[in-house]
């Protein structure tokens, strides 16, 4: 059974920086995408960056330049480094998988105080 763990979530101050990993286990085809969406309290689940198994990556516009996703293919693992965050950033972050269907993991409270 496809399954995703995050691990990295808590609070940090305004300016602070934080790193998100997640692993895939139970997967046994090729996974095309994996990534990070957000949702804050009554705002949909949006984005954030997502990265294909050749490197390429995507990112939304307000986190470009200070987050960073990388991804170590050989382990199944996403990560998202996350500086300069902001009390904006503040949601739950959700790790996703594309593969020859899709994964979501259960997510991981990130905090950020002004």
């Known amino acids: 059974q496809a399954q995703l763990v995050e691990s990295g979530g808590g609070l940090v101050q305004s300016g602070g920086s934080l790193k998100l990993s997640c692993a895939a286990s139970g997967i046994t085809s090729h996974i095309y995408r994996m990534g990070w969406y957000r949702q804050a309290p009554g705002k949909q689940r949006e984005l954030v960056a997502i990265?294909?198994?050749?490197?390429?990556?995507n990112y939304a516009e307000s986190v470009k330049g200070r987050f960073t996703i990388a991804r170590d293919n050989a382990q199944n693992t996403v990560y998202l480094q996350m500086n300069s965050l902001k009390p904006e950033d503040t949601a739950v972050y959700y790790c996703?998988?594309?593969?020859?269907?899709?994964?979501w993991g259960q997510g991981t409270q990130v905090t950020v105080s002004s």
């Open positions: 996703y998988a594309l593969w020859g269907g899709q994964s």
């Open positions: 990265i294909a198994s050749d490197g390429n990556t």
